[in-house]
């Protein structure tokens, strides 16, 4: 099956970030299985009694993550972020006319969140996962809108297109 550029990136993406948010949860829960998640309440209470501005920020973010429950909703996010992004990219691999839309609404349906996101705490990084999930989004609703229309058209008029 031929795909464009475009597409092949996507696909790419998807595969390669729903198996590394998978491979994140196997190994955080192994983690807190060995008993390390309170080794890391302990570094971030270390950290606390540092003067330094960043280390008590960095030693709030461990704080707060690195409670039982944090770990565990961390766990469960990167799963069911894993397994949509895995099965968006299936989607897409197997040529499912849905499969562009179940992106865009996944995709686009986080957007107004990035957007708070980079409002609240501006970085270069927020800005170019919003645009790239905003390329994404732009991207494959164009193409699938496209798509439907050729299907509409008569076996004749697709020739002329």
């Known amino acids: 099956m031929h795909r464009d550029r475009g ?9 390669i970030k729903g198996g590394l948010w ?13 008993g390390l998640s309170d080794r890391m309440i302990g570094f971030a209470a270390h950290l606390r009694h540092h003067s330094g501005a960043w280390s008590i920020k960095l030693a709030e973010l461990v704080v707060r993550a690195a409670t039982r ?4 909703i961390i766990t469960v996010a990167l ?10 990219g299936w989607a897409l691999v197997h ?13 686009g349906s986080l957007l107004p969140f ?20 905003g390329a994404i989004v732009a991207y494959l609703a164009h193409k ?7 299907r509409r ?8 297109v």
């Open 7 to 15: 597409v092949a990136l996507i696909i790419a993406y998807k595969l």
């Open 22 to 34: 998978l491979v994140f949860a196997v190994v955080l829960v192994a983690t807190m299985r060995l």
């Open 69 to 72: 429950r944090g770990l565990w």
């Open 79 to 88: 799963v069911a972020d894993g397994a949509l992004s895995l099965l968006e």
């Open 95 to 107: 040529g499912h006319w849905w499969g562009p839309w179940l992106v865009v609404v996944a995709t």
């Open 114 to 133: 990035e957007v708070l996101a980079l409002l609240r705490h501006p970085h270069a990084v927020r800005a170019a996962v919003f645009v790239a999930n």
């Open 144 to 150: 699938a809108l496209r798509e439907r229309r050729l």
């Open 153 to 160: 058209l008569d076996p004749l008029d697709r020739l002329s």
